[in-house]
């Protein structure tokens, strides 16, 4: 009898749900020669209780996808060292805990602890208001929380397939609604792949417009690391064509974007955007962080035709406050809506049309794979020198 290679782990519309699932390579030995693993399970107690994991192994990489948590990748280890960070937020929070209009607009990062959090989909940026059209048609002003719904609400549908064409890989698959009556109707459905044999993953991303009216979206893949990989000497590499502090406090870490430092208690965040360079052929374009002795590193993959902005994210401040830096590539940049919109960065769907992202997350213990990414970097690099802005350009930030 043939085995089945797709597994229904959540299923709103049929009523299915499975408390508990587990499938391992030992259950199909002519998968693959690399072991591989997948479990799901329900955590229970404080801000967790509630909250679905799918943990995947495969040889040594180990990955936790949150479907509680619009999909986001909750945690993840590369032969046994974390990859992720230790935010102060004990998690992963369940959504029934966050009030994302708390502190004016910042109640989200009550449950930001993901290694990558998808921000949007309606808008992804600083909390803003925007002036949108009630249910009887009528203009009001309305508040826009940081970093919008999509992170706080959990996949309807959720199921594990296993495929052997192109490759063989365990595929995560999920569909995530943002909808609500008389407003916005977006619809998330990915699908994290993993193929077996390489420490990668690679996230499928559909954003579809449900409604029968012109709908916008923004998305940005908030990617964040702590130790071991962020220390005093780690640095980011990107085949930069221009980059600018976000604001007025970010312009006196110009001189040091490109490292981190040790952890500095009280220290402010600083934020930096910017475009980057693509192979003319195929418009990808990449990015990575590696450590100070540079024998670990993860890389992003991504076209900019889909993702065409980049933000670094650093907050190096105490262990116990979040160490951290976040490589964040995205449709636009995390401004409020409104000035995004008004610089002509905001997507905008017809009825029915969806905006495709394939994002790929490579990680690595070798140094020799680390050197081999330098190379594939700086070779993008020489098509142009860096553009480095002290100022604070009136088209990619509001100062």
Not at 165 to 190: C, H, K, Y
Not at 279 to 291: E, G, I, K
């Amino acid at each position: 009898m043939t085995q089945p290679n797709s597994f229904v782990l959540t299923d709103t519309t049929q009523s299915t749900y499975v408390d508990t699932f587990q499938l391992t390579s030992n259950d199909r030995p002519g998968l693959s020669s690399t072991p591989w693993s997948i479990r799901k399970r329900r955590l229970h107690g404080g801000l967790s209780d509630g909250v679905d994991l799918v943990d995947v192994s495969v040889g040594s990489l180990e990955v936790s996808i949150c479907p509680t948590r619009g999909m986001g990748i909750w945690r993840g280890k590369l032969a046994g060292e974390p990859l992720g960070w230790n935010s102060p937020v004990q998690g992963p929070v369940h959504p029934a805990f966050i009030q994302r209009d708390e502190l004016g607009g910042i109640g989200w990062l009550a449950g930001f602890d993901e290694w990558i959090v998808r921000c949007g989909l309606n808008n992804n940026g600083a909390p803003a208001t925007d002036r949108l059209l009630d249910n009887t048609g009528a203009e009001q002003t309305m508040s826009l929380p940081l970093h919008g719904r999509i992170a706080n609400i959990p996949a309807h549908h959720v199921r594990i397939e296993l495929r052997t064409e192109p490759a063989p890989s365990i595929n995560v698959i999920g569909v995530v609604d943002e909808a609500m009556l008389f407003f916005p109707q977006l619809r998330l459905e990915t699908r994290i792949e993993f193929p077996l044999g390489a420490p990668k993953f690679v996230i499928h991303d559909r954003v579809t417009n449900l409604r029968s009216q012109p709908a916008e979206i923004e998305l940005l893949y908030h990617t964040n690391f702590g130790t071991p990989l962020l220390e005093e000497g780690s640095r980011f590499l990107a085949p930069i064509e221009r980059l600018a502090p976000i604001n007025a406090h970010s312009q006196k870490g110009l001189d040091r974007w490109k490292e981190d430092p040790a952890p500095i208690p009280g220290v402010i965040e600083e934020c930096f955007v910017m475009k980057l360079l693509a192979d003319p052929n195929d418009r990808r374009s990449l990015a990575m962080l590696h450590n100070r002795s540079r024998d670990k590193a993860c890389l992003l993959r991504f076209s900019l035709d889909q993702l065409p902005w980049f933000t670094l994210w650093k907050n190096p401040a105490a262990l116990s406050d979040g160490y951290v830096t976040g490589l964040e590539p995205g449709t636009d940049l995390p401004n409020a809506k409104p000035f995004e919109r008004a610089s002509g960065r905001v997507v905008k769907l017809a009825p029915g049309a969806h905006y495709d992202i394939d994002l790929s997350v490579e990680v690595t213990d070798n140094a020799r794979q680390v050197a081999d990414w330098e190379k594939e970097i700086s070779l993008k690099q020489s098509i142009s020198p860096p553009k480095i802005e002290t100022g604070l350009p009136a088209d990619l930030t509001p100062g």
